[in-house]
């Protein structure tokens, strides 16, 4: 983890903004995922991004990134407005990983890495994938950069491995990697550590902290809390598309709006606290209905009158679900869990990702 020729930047250089993400918003038809979402990532930060399942933070990922085209907003990298283009926001300077890791499966490792650097040769993708004659010039000190990444992920001794046959860390470490080949100044991770044991999560934090130390600022998504709050110099918490926190480590860990959000527990301010207020008022309402109806002598109560009451509260909940299901119906009927496979993206752009992404998202 050493061995590289970037400058450190990190101790006293003056703070400049690297990413500034102002009010973006992504609707999905009726789903709001992100709401007005403002974030700003400096020089030498380490950002973390946390938030419950379903909070956005994928999909605020995908829209900084130009995988989608936020619904409003905008996002800056280094004072200037990004179009939302996947390639474009590689060019500038923002790389990303993926949480359902996207990499070509049946190329070496040493081959992943260089198609990520393909942004920053003149050969391009296609030449890098097809190996022409371009290509092969630029390739020696391709390979060489390459190798200096695989040795700082350590790596280096399975560079001819096909990538599908790396342990799953190591996957996720080699897409670090193809990142950081196209000199980025931002790095935004989504669950790098997911699916890693401990000691491969603490190994995780120590390249991060170089990656850092290497003057790239980073945007990280976790739920691994213990890793977030060691490894970030300020965190954001998205609940519901919504920003509900954003503070160092020890004013983010002890707010309790986020143990309530990450417990599921309403608390005052929740974005969410209406809709538990709509539904709860409901189970209310139906909960006071059937005993009244159902009771017109209520004190020698029998067993088969209490099941006869439980049935028709159990009637008169499904009811009341029916009725959430109707009104709830078109923004469910659109939803999609896994944001990333079927982005409106610019496929040529992206081509690193299109062609792996079949599993699972890992959680
Ligand atoms: N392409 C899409 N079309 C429709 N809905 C989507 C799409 N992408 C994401 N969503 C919805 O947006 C919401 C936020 O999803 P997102 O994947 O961003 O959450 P997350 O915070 O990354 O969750 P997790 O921690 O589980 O990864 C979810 O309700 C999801 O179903
Ligand atoms: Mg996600």
Request: glycine residues 8%.
């Amino acid at each position: 983890m050493n061995n590289m020729t970037t400058t450190t930047d990190t101790t006293t250089a003056t703070k400049t903004t690297v990413l500034e993400a102002k009010g973006v918003t992504m609707r999905f038809g009726g789903l709001t995922a992100v709401k007005g979402v403002d974030l700003q990532v400096n020089s030498g930060e380490i950002v973390g991004l946390i938030g419950p399942n379903g909070a956005g933070k994928t999909t605020f990922f995908n829209c900084l990134t130009g995988l989608y085209v936020p619904t409003e907003g905008s996002v800056s990298y280094k004072g200037t407005v990004l179009p939302p283009k996947p390639h474009k926001v590689t060019e500038a300077g923002i790389a990303r990983t993926f949480q359902n890791i996207r990499l070509f499966h049946n190329m070496t490792v040493l081959e992943n890495v260089l198609v990520g650097r393909h942004t920053r040769t003149k050969e391009g993708l296609w030449s890098a994938l097809l190996r022409g004659p371009g290509f092969k010039k630029a390739e020696a000190a391709s390979e060489a950069r390459a190798m200096e990444l695989l040795e700082f992920i350590g790596l280096e001794n399975k560079a001819q491995h096909l990538a599908k046959n790396l342990p799953y860390g190591e996957q996720r470490k080699l897409e670090i990697a193809r990142a950081l080949a196209s000199d980025p100044g931002l790095i935004l991770l989504d669950e790098p550590t997911a699916g890693m044991n401990p000691q491969e999560t603490r190994a995780a934090e120590e390249l991060i902290f170089a990656i850092r130390d290497m003057g790239i600022a980073v945007l990280v998504i976790e739920h691994d809390m213990r890793f977030i709050f060691n490894l970030c110099d300020r965190v954001a918490c998205l609940v519901q598309g919504e920003k509900l926190i954003e503070g160092t480590a020890s004013e983010v860990q002890g707010d309790e709006r986020v143990i309530a959000a990450y417990l599921g527990e309403p608390f005052e301010g929740d974005p969410g606290a209406a809709d538990d207020a709509a539904v709860e008022a409901a189970e209310a309402a139906a909960d006071a209905a059937a005993p009244a109806e159902a009771e017109p002598e209520a004190e020698t109560e029998t067993e088969a009158e209490t099941a006869a009451d439980a049935e028709v509260e159990a009637e008169a909940a499904a009811e009341v679900e029916a009725d959430a299901a109707e009104t709830d119906a078109e923004p469910e009927a659109e939803a999609d869990a896994d944001g990333d496979t079927d982005a409106p993206a610019d496929t040529d752009s992206d081509s690193t990702t299109s062609t792996t992404s079949t599993e699972g998202e890992a959680k």
